[in-house]
T-cell receptor
Framework: AQSVAQPEDQVNVAEGNPLTVKCTYSVSGNPYLFWYVQYPNRGLQFLLK??????LVKGSYGFEAEFNKSQTSFHLKKPSALVSDSALYFC???????????FGTGTRLQVFP | NAGVTQTPKFQVLKTGQSMTLQCAQDMNHEYMSWYRQDPGMGLRLIHY???????DQGEVPNGYNVSRSTTEDFPLRLLSAAPSQTSVYFC?????????????FGSGTQLSVL
């Protein structure tokens, strides 16, 4: 069965500093990996995905993520954090050949001015 | 384009009552799903559908029923509400074409079961 783990409940970072939000996954086949963001009192929005191709994926709002097959990780990164990046971030995985998209427990990112 | 429309936005039920959460989409996406969001638990998949007439269970299906008679609608039924079903519910559709895959979420239904 597929699963995804976000080991950090909260990540705190100063504005202008780089940020990383961690995600590891477990699948039996090839993974389809996603990051979604939930801003306060707003719905969930797509940030980026990895399905195939380059291991470094670029997405919305300057975010990127690196697929690492050997470490089964898909960490979300941004070179310079903004206060407006403060939100709840979800990693998700779908095992190739299945239709279930499973989400992690979420990581709250707090960017301080 | 309205996208994914969920109704109601808020609902309070008494234990044992039944209700249906509505979800409608106008994007002609084949895939639809229901998630619940609880603090510390993230988003958990309840049921999903890969097309009209086809539904399957997710991670936490107990206490919920779904049907998919049309591409547009995917209602979620609570047969006998329990306090453990207090949650925020999200309906989503999936655009899946080739290497492009993306979920579109509704705005959510906040449900309280007393």
């Amino acid at each position: 069965a597929q699963s995804v783990a976000q080991p950090e409940d909260q990540v705190n970072v100063a504005e202008g500093n780089p940020l990383t939000v961690k995600c590891t996954y477990s699948v039996s086949g090839n993974p389809y990996l996603f990051w979604y963001v939930q801003y306060p009192n707003r719905g969930l929005q797509f940030l980026l995905k990895y399905i195939t191709g380059d291991n470094l994926v670029k997405g919305s709002y300057g975010f990127e993520a690196e697929f690492n097959k050997s470490q089964t990780s898909f960490h979300l990164k941004k070179p310079s954090a903004l206060v407006s990046d403060s939100a709840l971030y979800f990693c998700a995985v779908r095992d190739y050949g299945t239709d279930k998209l499973i989400f992690g427990t979420g990581t709250r990112l707090q960017v301080f001015p | 384009n309205a996208g994914v429309t969920q109704t109601p936005k808020f609902q309070v039920l008494k234990t044992g009552q039944s209700m249906t959460l509505q979800c409608a989409q106008d994007m002609n996406h084949e895939y639809m799903s229901w998630y619940r969001q609880d603090p510390g638990m993230g988003l958990r998949l309840i049921h999903y559908s890969v097309g009209a007439g086809i539904t399957d269970q997710g991670e936490v299906p107990n206490g919920y029923n779904v049907s998919r008679s049309t591409t547009e609608d995917f209602p979620l039924r609570l047969l006998s509400a329990a306090p453990s079903q207090t949650s925020v519910y999200f309906c989503a559709t999936t655009l899946r074409t080739g290497s492009n895959e993306k979920l579109f979420f509704g705005s959510g239904t906040q449900l309280s079961v007393l």
